[in-house]
């Protein structure tokens, strides 16, 4: 059975991603806490027309682009705070005021590294038929290769892992990161398969 504690994570890491924020950089467990399940690298798309399967999506994503990083949008819109530019990485670093702070791209936090290394497993559920994350692999921390939006690259590749700026590395090292794949649109969880692959975590 899981615990209260556990559920309660759980839960937090399904919802908006500032709260998530919260949870990692103001919350010292007193204890190895068991799991969290988190989108990581952002999103580069609109849902259901990911930008690199037509000129039309292409044209609406270059659209978005151009005023995702407006303070007020990204003040008022949590979907823009998610927002990665990886053909203009500068602004989305100088200008994200979520995901470039909680994935350390402008600073390191040492109570963010901390926090989530202080998990037992970090599990990471890419939804393989996702219509709404584009690129897909950002929910296993994979994104674009730098400076284009086409090939994308795991997680292993990116500067986060290679300069261990979030402890991912030395957590993999560690058998600590679990990868799980499911065939499924975005956040389309089978009870059962949740109970099969998920519940056994939080026990």
């Not at 926090?115 to 994104?143: Q, R, T």
Request: charged share 20%; hydrophobic share 40%.
């Amino acid at each position: 059975m899981a615990s209260a504690s556990s559920l309660w994570l759980l839960a937090l890491a399904f919802l908006p991603g500032s709260c998530l924020a919260l949870a990692l950089g103001h919350v010292d467990p007193p204890a190895p806490l068991p799991l969290v399940i988190w989108h990581g690298m952002g999103v580069f798309g609109f849902p259901r027309c990911p930008g690199e399967s037509s000129h039309i999506c292409d044209f609406i994503r270059k659209t978005l682009n151009a005023g995702a990083y407006n303070k007020a949008i990204q003040e008022r819109l949590v979907q823009a705070e998610y927002w990665h530019d990886p053909i203009k990485e500068d602004v989305y670093r100088n200008h994200s005021i979520f995901l470039a702070d909680i994935n350390q791209e402008r600073s390191i936090n040492e109570s963010y590294k901390k926090n989530l290394m202080a998990l037992k497993k970090f599990v990471m559920v890419k939804f393989l038929n996702d219509s709404i994350v584009d690129p897909v692999d950002s929910e296993w921390f994979g994104f674009y290769r730098s400076g284009q939006a086409k090939e994308t690259i795991p997680l292993q590749e990116s500067t986060l892992y290679t300069q261990d700026r979030l402890g991912l590395r030395e957590m993999d090292k560690a058998g600590r990161l679990v990868f799980l794949g499911l065939e499924g649109d975005h956040l389309q969880l089978p009870e059962e398969w949740f109970y099969a692959h998920i519940i056994p975590f939080l026990e």
